[in-house]
């Protein structure tokens, strides 16, 4: 069973910076693509960021381009998301999501799914 448990939110003030962790419970990460999603308070889920199997592509939504970064380990079996110069706009819950090939940014698309991690961005 396809199991994907996000890690890492928090609280931090306007230019801070997190790292969000996506693990892969009783499966092989390495054989997914994973992207990172977003939905805050009364909006609809956002695509964010996606990793090929290999982590030789990587993909942004325009918001994050130059701020976020999302990264693999599969000796580690975990995908990264390097959040720097955090907005308060930035804040929402932050999903992953797995499938065995799509990289796009619809989020049907995406075969499986984590809870969520809150990131709250706030002085």
């Known amino acids: 069973q396809v199991q994907l448990v996000e890690s890492g939110g928090g609280l931090v003030q306007p230019g801070g910076s997190l790292r969000l962790s996506c693990a892969g419970s009783g499966f092989t990460l390495d054989y997914y693509a994973i992207a990172w999603f977003r939905q805050a308070p009364g909006k609809e889920r956002e695509f964010v960021a996606s990793?090929?199997?290999?982590?030789?592509?990587?993909y942004y939504a325009d918001s994050v381009k130059g701020r976020f970064t999302i990264s693999r380990d599969n000796a580690k079996n975990t995908v990264f998301l390097q959040l720097n110069s955090l907005k308060p706009e930035d804040t929402a819950v932050y999903s992953c999501?797995?499938?065995?090939?799509?990289?796009?940014?619809?989020?049907?698309?995406?075969?499986?799914w984590g809870q969520g991690t809150q990131v709250t961005v706030s002085s």
């Open positions: 990793i090929s199997r290999s982590g030789g592509s990587t």
């Open positions: 999501a797995a499938d065995e090939a799509y990289t796009g940014s619809t989020d049907y698309l995406w075969d499986y």
